[in-house]
């Protein structure tokens, strides 16, 4: 996985919003691999920026974060998984890692066999019920987050839900179903700091990235930036330096 900052078309982002591109599982060339290009020092090192410029930067910084893909088909659960793990290193305090599926799982964050699951109660309720990953970092579940609520979420309820949370954790990474496919993204994110919304490279139609914006817009949604995933790097990192 990797990350490349970049200057996205104007047209798929309010003028306000910053700008992020991020590459979730894309393809090292040959000429990349000629050119002794480290793919995976290059995807460490823009997560951390991306980390930097969403969360930790700005006047206004943000600790509740939602994102969500363009296409329903689009797979963002690892890059999320991989966002929180940059987090936990360059900011101190706790991080969420939550999956605010309809009923899904973030299999990168099952997998982990970091994982350790708590019986005995040591922080708030809905820690408790999380699976610990790593000394600061908590997978949360679709199950765990909606606890007694079920499948019906109303304004009231997710308010409340986001306020507990800001209370156990400093931090949180919101993975939601595809904004284009569900309201349920712009419902999550117009209560959170705001939304950063994944692009897939040479799938994700333009109308449908512009037709998510505006609606996104439409829901007083802040998008935060725009994420470019599974983009391919034909050019060796020597020239991608110089540009």
């Known amino acids: 996985m990797s990350t490349f900052i970049h200057i996205m078309p ?18 090292e060339t040959t000429s990349a691999k000629a050119a002794g290009w480290d793919l995976e020092s290059f995807a460490e ?42 987090l936990t290193e360059e900011a101190s305090g ?28 040591r922080f708030g309720r809905l820690r408790d019920s999380s699976l610990q990953l790593s000394s600061s970092l908590w997978y949360m579940s679709t199950e765990v987050f909606r606890g007694e609520q079920g499948s019906g979420m109303s304004s009231a309820w997710l308010k409340s839900r986001l306020a507990e949370l800001r209370l156990e954790f400093d931090y949180l990474v919101i993975q939601t179903p595809a904004a284009g496919a569900t309201n349920e993204a712009a419902l999550l994110a117009r209560l959170c700091d705001g939304l950063v919304m994944i692009v897939e490279a040479n799938s994700t139609r333009r109308a449908s990235a512009e037709k998510v914006k505006d609606m996104l817009s439409a829901a007083h949604v802040r998008l935060l930036g725009t ?5 391919t790097f034909p050019i060796p990192s020597a020239i991608y330096k110089r540009v």
């Open 10 to 27: 104007q047209t798929l982002v309010p003028d306000t919003a910053e700008v992020l591109t991020a590459e979730a599982q894309p393809q």
């Open 227 to 231: 994420v470019l995933s599974e983009r």
């Open 94 to 121: 706790t991080t969420c890692l939550l999956d605010a599926g309809l009923g899904g799982t973030n299999t990168a964050a099952q997998n982990s066999k970091s994982g350790v699951s708590s019986d005995q109660k």
């Open 45 to 86: 090192e823009q997560i951390r920026g991306l980390v930097r410029r969403v969360y930790l930067t700005g006047s206004k910084r943000c600790r509740q974060v939602v994102f969500s893909a363009v296409d329903r088909k689009t797979n963002i659960s690892l890059l999320c998984r991989r966002i929180a793990e940059a």
